[in-house]
């Protein structure tokens, strides 16, 4: 399936709701594809080894295959999700990288291993667990730059080609314009907005399946019809708490009329982060980007993982929606510190603890009235 | 409470007491400094260097043994933190946050010199951050590398080939973060660090372990087990916290002893012993007594936990040139090995082949997430090696949500409809 329309903003939001469509249409030309599970496998080097690498969402329905093998309660829905589909087959994928993010992924990886090892008859891709630690020390700085150094080779197995410094350059070049285009879309969002929460998540979110160079021409064009928009007058929202890759929350925040202005997430404002840098050894440039700049529940010490929260509280926002799921067994030891913060700011704050997908009536209500007593954003 | 049947579980259970007490009475009397740190810690560096460590688990146990736990977690929520949140590795910060409302066991801990973890799971960073600011103490942590290459039957192969079972990359970083643990007890001891003084006590944990060993073999070996899982616990673990010191090593062959003379007496636990059960997963702290519930109707008992065959699977190195790289590889995939597939897997199956197991219960830890990964398959590789599996669902520390009756109605239902 491929989009219809030509409108930049129209073909990122098909982008948004079909994540796979564009590889899979590369697929189809013989592009290789590779499954990445989140934001710290470095796009630059596997898009440099010649393959197309796309982070792979989650869908919503049920998930059989997982609630064979994945025990109820441990493992986040996206998490089971993204194990159904590769296991169930479901994309041609060459490779399945996964990196040490999260503890959730570092036991999908081991999941994976041993689907493959036990039911060879399933054919799964092979599976790599690049190993990049989050807590900020020299030892682990110093092992994540081996594993970095260790990746390309790993990644030159995969695709059978060895991947030249020069390559890695270019993709850092063409990875390094689409994450200026998503700079530009949150500062669209930021101070006076212009456009709401589930349409920045939505002409983001592509940066993580299509191309960065396709990427960045379709959100190029799009920020600049944006930038026409009138200002949103409307309470400036930050979601903060369990990653998320669906726009429902926002919608239903919206829809009581505040607007999202940002989330500590991935998947939103903290996507792009800063450009790599393009001097000295671009490996060692990628590693320094995946292990400083890129959001991870494992990062540590709380003082370094706080810093881009508390920074982007002081800057103008009505509301903080602390969003804790079910699912939730690591970001609620961070909640309370993080509500004494926005206290301390006189910012509200709100606890989710429902998926927005199944909200109870009660829950929805609680959330209006919430929004609706909301301060007002200032005038731009 | 279940009768003590061996002479060195009451020793063992004194012991424990009485050190604890020493402990205190060196941290309030004489300013000596201690620590606290998680189950899966290098435990050996602490003692090398003279610094007692009280283990995060094992307090979590006594708290939840002394039925502390509700109103402990009930302060937690009043703080902010959710229900949802781990209990396991939580409740000793939760005691602290208790506080002098809640008569902490002996006496309670007093200030740590530090704390330490390895970041496992994505939440023991954050419970030990917080638990250091509220005690006022420093924290260390060591990071935990994942494990890509897992052959098959590690047990076999973590004695002497630990080097290449536990790959080199994990090593090198566990051993430079043991460096910076090493500075730090320095630091506070005002000692040096002697690396021979490692080798000794390796050796020792060593000895310990292979003692456990044997002890292992008696009791598979035997026709009836002669010991019940729980006194085995509280055997093991009153060494393993210690291991390796001179009373841990005669500890474990007083242990391996006392096991040894039951099995040539023909002395059984249970003489209407049956059906033989596997509980997989941590100890069920709150009711201990459930593990002996269904000895005299059917003569079903418990024989195997992790606690036992653990510690010489998981704890003897061979070739100690390098102690400090053989200390890493010995804590290093304890994670693996215990939780996740393939290696908790082919190991409690090997277990229970070998224990001669007719049932297992497998703990689905209500309040401990991240551990209770692995299960599915630790079932089906029971199954299918014809050992029926029932799964059960508890906190084992919290029993707010524990329904003593109702869960031993469930085993018995098990023990009707598949073991008989």
Redesign the interface.
Known sequence: MAPTANDAIARLVFFYQNPMSDALAASETGMPLVGVTSNTVPWEMIAAAGMYPVVLRSEDGPTPVAD????P???HPRIRSIFNQIVSGRWPLKAVIIP?T???E??L???L??IA??YPDKALPPT??Y?L?H?R?E??R??GL??TF?FKEQLEAISGTSIALDDIARTITESNAARSTVRSLIALRCETPRINGSLALSLIGPFWSIPRKQYAELAQEAAAKLRLLPPLCAPRILVKGVSTDDVTLHNILESFGAVVVSEDDWWGERSAGKDISTAGDPIAACFAKYYSDSPS??T???VVADSWFEERSRAGIEGVVFY?P?E???F??????H?NFVDSLGIPSL?I?DDPRRMKTSERSRMQNWVEHLPKAPQS | MSEKQLASTAEASAHQKEWFAQLRREVFERHQPYAIVQADMPFELFQVMGVPTVSNQWWAALVSAKRLAPRCFDELNA????D???HYCSLPLACTFAGDSVAAPWGGLPKPALISAR?????I???F??WAQQLGTEFI?I?N????E?PPRWWELSRNQWEQLFEA?RL??TV??FR?LIRALEGITGRRFELSALVSLMERVNRQEEYFDEARHWICAAPKTPVRITEQITNVMAAQWLRGTDWAVEHAKKFRDEIRTRVESGIAACPQEKLRLMWVGAGLWHDTDFYTSFESRYGAVFVWSMYLAFGPDGYIRYGLSDPLRALASRIVSMN?QLH???WA?EWIVDQAQKHRIDGAIVL?P?GT??A??G???VEMGLEKVNIPVMTLVADVVDSRSWDGQAMRKRVEKFIEERLC
């Open positions: 064979e093998f994945m025990e309660h441990v493992f040490r999260s503890e959730q570092y036991k990886f081991l999941y291993r041993e090892r036990q790599y667990l190993d630690p807590s020390s030892e682990s110093e092992y081996k594993v260790a529940p494992r540590f010490p709380g804790l079910d939730d067994y690591v609620g030891w961070d909640y309370p510190r509500k606890v603890r | 703080r902010g933190f959710h949802g949140l781990c970041l496992t799971c994505d939440c960073q954050r419970v951050e917080i942590s990071e590398p994942g494990a890509a897992l990359r090198d970083l430079n973060q910076v693996e996740n597939p393939p897997n689905i209500s997430r991240s209770g990964s299960i599915r398959f």
